[in-house]
């Protein structure tokens, strides 16, 4: 059903009446040999119908389901009443990046799990309503109007310009204070940029927001390496506070017979190398990657379809997932598993590495171990326990392994006293207030591996306490 068209406020039964809309998408068959945006994003008539679906509950649960407490009713009702530019005002007093949280943020765990109308049926489509208001805004030349603060006198380093370090940033500018971003590599965005392909995230979006940022003051500095370029006592005397964001980059492999081979891949390596560095793009000016004619991508998480799917781009004929459980415990988003199988991307569940092999220090295949599903361990999911007998080679080129990062210990190698866990994450409270006074810390570096509106609500948190500390050491 279509909504009606008259100006009538809709019923509760009219609303209730009104089906989800769904996102048109590059063809599947086009889009696995290209890095365009698979989501094309949503007409004005048809976000208008969606927002229309939104029962404005005066308990505002969805709003409890977002780490960044973006105010969802009420952008949706500006929405609804196809007064785009309020509904951008609207998202911006909450959310720094609300462009790129319509494409990467898993709604469907968060806000929408919480949304009423899930309970019978759909939730009406936050994330598509949230692309689409940003989207329309950078179309339409918008600004951030967000009024500053009075110069606080303060200044404020933050390490890491990723989703956690960004979203800081942000808020602490519309606090008045002087923000200046700590970035290692070349341009700003962390795992925005290097992690996120192209065709979910395209990089002209990520500019426009990290653009918007710099309007309000914030300052950027790349190629600055915390713990090599400067350390975190130096920014504490030039800083009258600090937020570390600089992520959890450092890749944790598999431990298996053949890792050291040509063409084997961490999932930082291989992402990075395709979507910082261009390796996806012709000419002398790519960053040289084998093009493999079958890859093989060991995990089940975003960054193992983001790996994959990035194979098949690059040609392979064969892009293959192997891994360990069932597809129901798989933490990737639904839609990325339903993207990536209609791209053709091979799904092996039950199954585990236990050796790559090679020849002429080159992979030539992996071998793999049929599993089944034992008692649940540590996290709750049920622990795959290998099947005696099943090992069985796979043929290919390329492997590259996806599953999971660890803290790397170049910042807090050269601040000892900096509290960690023994994981080697920085220790923190629910403010983000480390050992260390004035130090704050949130993000992947004390989550461990997690997602990107967590650290991004990590950062507006960390913020907030920031505040605090400064007005209250004023």
């Given amino acids: 059903m279509t909504a009606p068209t008259d100006s009538k406020p809709l019923t509760a039964k009219q609303r209730m009446a009104i089906e989800r809309v769904r996102m048109p998408e590059q063809d599947a068959t086009q889009r696995a040999g290209n890095f365009e945006e698979v989501n094309l994003g949503l007409a004005e008539a048809a976000a208008v119908r969606e927002a229309q679906r939104c029962l404005q509950c005066k308990n505002r649960k969805c709003v409890e389901g977002c780490p960044v407490e973006v105010d969802i009713p009420e952008f949706i009702a500006k929405v609804a009443e196809s007064d785009f530019a309020a509904a951008f005002e609207v998202l911006k007093r909450t959310n720094a990046l609300p462009a790129m949280c319509g494409r990467v943020c898993p709604q469907e765990t968060q806000c929408e799990?919480?949304?009423v109308r899930a309970a019978k049926g759909e939730p009406v489509a936050v994330g598509y309503l949230e692309r689409f208001v940003a989207d329309w805004a950078m179309q339409h030349g918008l600004a951030d109007k967000t009024d500053l603060a009075a110069p606080s006198g303060f200044k404020v380093a933050v390490v890491g310009s990723g989703p956690g370090g960004l979203t800081a940033a942000g808020e602490l500018a519309r606090m008045g204070h002087e923000v200046t971003v700590f970035e290692a590599l070349h341009?700003?965005?962390g795992v925005l940029r290097y992690g996120i392909p192209q065709f979910r995230l395209p990089k002209e979006i990520l500019d426009y927001e990290v653009g918007q940022l710099k309007a309000l003051g914030v300052r950027i500095e790349c190629n600055v390496i915390v713990g090599k370029t400067i350390t975190v006592e130096e920014i504490r005397r030039d800083f009258d506070a600090c937020f570390v964001a600089n992520g959890a980059g450092l890749p944790v492999f598999l431990k298996v017979p053949g890792e050291n081979l040509n063409g084997v891949y961490s999932a930082n390596e291989f992402l990075t190398r395709v979507n910082l560095m261009g390796a996806y793009k012709g000419g002398p000016g790519r960053t040289p990657i084998i093009r493999a004619r079958r890859a093989v991508v060991i995990g089940g998480?975003?960054?193992?379809?983001?790996?994959?799917?990035?194979?098949?781009?690059?040609?392979?004929?064969?892009?293959?997932?192997?891994?360990?459980?069932?597809?129901t415990e798989m933490p990737a988003r639904v839609e990325e598993i339903k993207h990536a199988k209609e791209e053709g991307v091979e799904f092996h569940l039950l199954e585990a590495p236990v050796a790559i092999l090679g020849e002429e220090g080159w992979v030539r295949g992996i071998r793999m171990q049929k599993m089944r599903l034992g008692e649940p361990d540590a996290s709750g999911r049920r622990r795959p326990v290998p099947i005696e007998g099943s090992e069985h080679d796979v043929e290919?080129?390329?492997?590259?392994?996806a599953v999971g990062v660890?803290?790397?210990p170049l910042l807090t190698s050269t601040c000892p006293e900096l509290k960690l866990n023994k994981w080697g994450y920085i220790e923190a409270d629910e403010d983000g207030q480390t050992s260390l006074p004035g130090v704050f810390a949130g993000g992947d570096i004390v989550r461990g591996g997690a997602t990107v509106i967590l650290a991004m609500g990590d950062g507006k948190r960390a913020a907030r306490a920031i505040d605090r500390y400064l007005r209250e050491k004023k």
């Fill in 187 to 189: 341009d700003a965005g």
């Fill in 396 to 401: 290919c080129d390329v492997v590259v392994v």
């Fill in 406 to 408: 660890r803290a790397n």
């Fill in 113 to 115: 799990q919480m949304c």
């Fill in 301 to 327: 998480g975003n960054t193992a379809m983001d790996g994959v799917r990035t194979a098949k781009r690059l040609g392979a004929e064969r892009a293959m997932i192997y891994y360990r459980r069932t597809e």
